[in-house]
């Protein structure tokens, strides 16, 4: 099903907040005043990456919805 691609870019996405953070999901990284800790050093090519690979996923998933016969049964009227 599309939301077990979407998974992917989640994947993708909380992998970049570990790097920064060291975990997974709530931190304390952003703090009052600034970050706990400076960013890693390939964060910018991480995000980038993402990016990047967000537009082409988007328009799949688009295409696996509108032109899904099932899911259009399923959520007409």
Avoid: W
Wanted: charged share 30%; aromatic share 10%; proline share 3%.
């Amino acid at each position: 099903s599309m939301l077990l691609y979407a998974f992917r870019e989640r994947e993708m996405i909380i992998d970049i907040y570990e790097a920064c953070a060291g975990q997974r999901m709530m931190t304390s990284y952003i703090r009052i005043g600034g970050l706990a800790h400076e960013l890693p050093r390939d964060f910018e090519k991480s995000v980038r990456t993402i990016i990047k690979t967000l537009p082409g996923r988007l328009r799949d998933y688009e295409t696996l919805l509108t032109a899904n016969e099932i899911f259009i049964n399923r959520t007409k009227n």
